[in-house]
């Protein structure tokens, strides 16, 4: 199946400064990709949604101006988390949508764990 | 109402003892069902997406299937390996973009 990669797979940062998430889809084009959290022991929560070239659609209550979303071209999209504070600890999951013959199979990356201390 | 229902919440099962997990849905339109595993600390697995009722798919000891209203994933003579939270999601005709997931089944399969 196809590969989805996150890099760093775990940070530690201190409050206030920024922290840079990438995802890169190894093997495939992906037009979409998709950021989620995840809190312990419950189900992933969609951030937002990015296609390439494109501005990022984000879910109600997720703040854009905290949460940057960039789709710089069709295998990387990189979350920056801005002035980070110790409720943004989470895990951070990134997907990205390969579309074969008009159908779509979506994988997902191995996540980043954030800690803010 | 949550649009994507999983059941059961937690799943114990004996190494050889087949079960199945449910994945149920109340909004039409489904566009797709999509099974993923995900291990502690770890992002989600692709299992298996399925698109029109009667559908089946197989892996190993596992075979997903897909009704109107429900899927069902099947585990035949689980392994404790299996153990893990299978995750359910679909996509609607309407915000076809994005997955909505059930909240997820534990799965663990003791020796």
């Known amino acids: 199946g196809a590969v989805v990669s996150q890099h760093p797979s775990w940070v530690i940062c201190k409050s206030g400064t920024s922290v840079k998430i990438e995802c890169r889809s190894l093997?495939?084009?992906?037009?979409?990709m998709f950021w989620y959290r995840q809190f312990p022991k419950q189900s992933l929560m969609l951030m937002a949604t990015?296609?390439?070239?494109?501005?990022?659609?984000?879910e109600q209550g997720v703040e854009k101006d905290k949460f940057l979303i960039n789709h710089a071209s069709l295998t990387l999209s990189t979350l920056t988390v801005t002035s980070a504070h110790p409720e943004d600890s989470s895990f951070y999951i990134c997907?990205?949508?390969?579309?074969?013959?008009?159908?779509?199979?979506?994988?997902f990356g191995p996540g980043t764990r954030l800690t803010v201390t | 109402e949550d649009q994507v229902t999983q059941s059961p919440e937690a799943l114990r099962l004996q190494e050889g003892e087949s079960s199945s997990l449910n994945c149920s849905y109340t909004?039409?339109?489904?566009?797709?069902l999509f099974w993923y595993r995900q291990d502690p600390g770890k992002g989600p697995e692709f299992l298996f997406t399925?698109?029109?009722a009667g559908e089946e798919k197989e892996k190993e000891r596992l075979k997903a299937t897909l009704t109107k209203k429900e899927s069902f994933l099947h585990i035949t003579a689980p392994k404790p390996e299996d153990s893990a939270t299978y995750l359910c999601?679909?996509?609607?005709?309407?915000?076809?973009?994005?997955?909505?997931f059930g909240k997820g089944t534990m799965l663990l399969v003791s020796p």
């Open positions: 997907s990205a949508r390969e579309v074969i013959l008009g159908a779509y199979e979506q994988y």
């Open positions: 093997d495939f084009q992906a037009t979409t």
């Open positions: 990015s296609n390439e070239g494109s501005k990022a659609t984000y």
């Open positions: 909004v039409s339109g489904l566009r797709g």
């Open positions: 399925l698109y029109s």
């Open positions: 999601a679909a996509t609607f005709i309407e915000g076809y973009s994005t997955l909505t």
